[in-house]
């Protein structure tokens, strides 16, 4: 998610579930072939296992771009078909290529044959503008799969490529998971993964039963712990939330290292903090603590130093919210 899934927010995510597949923001084919390619890049080995999202048409780039998604370790390359920006749409890739289902077979194709052991997938809609069909959907999947790719991530909405921003891209366009399910019904060979509108573990585990993944966007960036369950959960494996709030403080601890790094490099914490405000998201003293990362005043000081005043004020709350509870 472009401007959320850094670097950074993959390290801290990572922190939170070592088994859920975690994506690169968007990456222009332009900027990875002209631009600093160590600056969008470069990840740290604990991201794994980390998905590059390109964002191109070109199929010529596409591959190149591939090849330097497999050099540089990542573990899929992924394309973008659904973004609907019109600086995107502009650059004629995006969402739009829905329309162009020959483009994008022959992207595939050419990406496949850049690389050798990882996969090529594929991120789109359901529809664009007022399409309503699930045979364009059908259409599009079926000519990409003839073309090699095996896994496809589907934001159950259309996207309208003329008159809304791509935040009402996000929100107005209506939810229609019966369509995804349909897609995995008729190619039962493919992996499917739903995405749009998912928030509780309950509905991750409902949609389980129909797909094969599920892809959770926004509610994972805002409310981070909740991803400390769904090893556990959903991988069958141990992670910190089956600790309860020691395992919150163990990921904070980690955390607060990995900011420790930073400022050792010369980079300021703040641009990493900002990804983990929502750490303490539905304890007791949340928003003091959130407060207290978020103060200006405090962005000169050692991140150790501010965790002490950002702890305090936690448990204060906290402390007093005991109290009041006794009290009661
Ligand atoms: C800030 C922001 C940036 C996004 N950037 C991308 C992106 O770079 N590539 C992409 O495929 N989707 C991007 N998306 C869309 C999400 O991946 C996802 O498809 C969408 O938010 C619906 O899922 P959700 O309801 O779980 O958030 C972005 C969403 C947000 C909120």
Redesign the pocket.
């Known amino acids: 998610?472009?401007?959320?899934t850094d670097r950074h927010c993959r390290f801290f995510h990572r922190l939170l579930t070592k088994q859920t597949r975690l994506?690169t923001?968007?990456v222009t084919t332009g900027a990875l072939l002209h631009g600093d390619q160590p600056r969008h890049l470069d990840f740290n080995p604990e991201e794994h296992p980390v998905a590059l999202?390109l964002g191109g048409s070109e199929p010529a780039d596409l591959a190149a771009c591939a090849r330097l998604a497999e050099r540089w370790g990542y573990d899929e390359v992924n394309l973008?078909c659904?973004?609907p920006s019109e600086r995107v749409q502009r650059g004629a890739f995006g969402a739009c290529l829905m329309a162009e289902p020959g483009l994008v077979a022959d992207g595939v194709k050419a990406m496949r044959d850049a690389v050798s052991h990882i996969p090529v997938t594929v991120?789109h809609r359901i529809g664009i503008d007022r399409i309503e069909s699930y045979d364009f959907v059908r259409d599009f999947v079926g000519r990409i799969a003839e073309a090699g790719c095996e896994v496809f991530i589907v934001?159950a909405r259309n996207a309208w490529l003329q008159g809304l921003s791509p935040?009402e891209n996000?929100e107005v366009p209506p939810l229609r998971y019966e369509l995804v399910h349909r897609l995995k019904r008729e190619f039962p060979a493919l992996t499917i993964v739903l995405?749009?509108?998912?928030k509780t573990d309950a509905e991750i585990a409902e949609q389980l039963q129909y797909v094969d993944g599920v892809?959770?966007?926004?509610?994972?960036y805002h409310e981070p712990w909740q991803m400390a369950a769904w090893d556990e959960r959903f991988f069958g494996r141990s992670g910190p939330a089956e600790l309860g709030p020691g395992g919150r403080e163990q990921v904070e601890e980690a955390w607060i290292a990995y900011l420790q790094q930073q400022v050792a490099q010369g980079r300021p914490w703040s641009q990493a903090m900002r990804h983990a405000l929502g750490l303490w998201n539905g304890a007791a003293g949340a928003r003091r603590w959130r407060q207290v990362w978020s103060d200006h005043h405090l962005k000169g000081l050692p991140p150790a130093v501010v965790q002490g005043q950002a702890s305090a004020a936690r448990l204060g709350v906290a402390a007093h919210v005991a109290q009041g509870a006794r009290a009661a």
């Open positions: 998610m472009l401007d959320w994506y923001e968007m999202q973008n659904g973004c991120k934001h935040k996000r995405n749009g509108g998912i892809m959770v966007g926004r509610q994972a």
